[in-house]
């Protein structure tokens, strides 16, 4: 028995070495903080998407207004004429037009799901540029990875790279083409 109690301290040495050999293998993780929020909100592009997005969406409202003044006017004109029309015409008249405003509200929801899309595609686009933004970035300080401030409980201002990602993408995507 106490023979083989030398034997296993000399194989636990030895795992516990290979533990470490392996572990020293792995890079230590160095992360970069940034607030991609702030990134969107801040930076030209992302004040020129807001813009579009506003004048699209501003555009759609208004004649969406416009639309339903009108259904109201023809709605009303169609309940005062009530007493000298036929009730059967009367009732179909009045059914066309409900599908007819209900089409128009449809077609103004798919407007606005369009607007959607396209600053769907509009984040994506910057995106890819943001991506190359931050591999340059990680490979200038040595680090591997960008975490999202949000994750982040503690840590120095110096490892936040919003800043520099905003000035980075101002220069090389002022705005969306």
Do not use: C
Not at 64 to 81: F, G, N, P, W
Not at 90 to 107: D, F, T
Not at 167 to 177: G, H, I
């Amino acid at each position: 028995m106490f023979r083989i109690f030398p034997l296993l301290l000399i194989a636990a040495a030895m795992f516990a070495s290979a533990i470490v050999t392996a572990s020293a293998q792995v890079p230590p993780a160095r992360a970069l903080f940034l607030d991609l929020d702030t990134v969107f909100s801040q930076s030209e592009v992302g004040k020129d998407i807001r813009s579009q997005l506003q004048v699209m969406l501003s555009d759609i409202s208004a004649r969406e207004k416009t639309t339903a003044e009108s259904y109201v006017e023809r709605e009303q004109a169609l309940l005062a004429s009530a007493r000298d029309r036929d009730p059967a015409v009367l009732q179909k008249e009045w059914e066309v037009l409900q599908a007819e405003k209900e089409g128009s509200g449809n077609l103004f929801q798919i407007e606005r799901t369009a607007v959607q899309s396209a600053s769907n595609n509009a984040r994506r686009q910057v995106n890819a540029v943001l991506n190359e933004i931050m591999q340059g970035i990680l490979v200038e300080r040595g680090a591997n990875m960008v975490m999202s401030v949000g994750a982040v409980h503690v840590g120095g201002v110096d490892y936040d790279i919003t800043a520099e990602v905003i000035a980075r993408l101002d220069k090389k995507m002022p705005k969306l083409k």
